[in-house]
């Protein structure tokens, strides 16, 4: 994903990304992110996310580890899509829910919450 000036956006943008892959291959998403799941920080999946936090961090926009606020973000994100591709939510309520979620995450981390 490209860099912007904003670290958030870019953040929000690997959300967006992420759930759109899933829909787009569900049986890909199932192997790859089926079943239980341990969080690796140094994965490849991983790795965008950081890259976008550290930078938020280094703005002063986030506050925190690093590892913790991928791995809320992670959660969150994951939980949202499994409901999805489950056919626990509708497509729009998903979509509703990822651009309130993911901000609310987000918020939850930033220098002005603390």
């Given at each position: 994903m490209p860099h912007t000036d904003d670290p958030l956006a870019d953040?929000?943008?690997?959300?967006?990304a992420y759930r759109h892959r899933a829909r787009e291959h569900p049986h890909l998403y199932t192997v790859l992110?089926?079943?239980?799941?341990?969080?690796?920080?140094?994965?490849?999946?991983?790795?965008?996310?950081?890259?976008?936090?550290?930078r938020a961090l280094a703005a002063s926009?986030?506050?925190?580890?690093?590892t913790s606020i991928a791995l809320s973000i992670w959660v969150t994100l994951h939980g949202?899509?499994?409901?999805?591709?489950?056919?626990?939510?509708?497509?729009?309520?998903?979509e509703a829910t990822l651009q309130s979620a993911i901000p609310a995450t987000?918020?939850?981390?930033?220098?002005a919450a603390r």
């Open positions: 953040i929000h943008a690997l959300a967006a992110f089926g079943g239980v799941q341990t969080f690796d920080p140094t994965g490849d999946p991983v790795g965008p996310l950081l890259d976008g936090i550290d926009t986030l506050t925190g580890d690093a949202l899509v499994a409901l999805e591709l489950a056919g626990a939510l509708d497509a729009a309520t998903a987000l918020r939850g981390w930033s220098t």
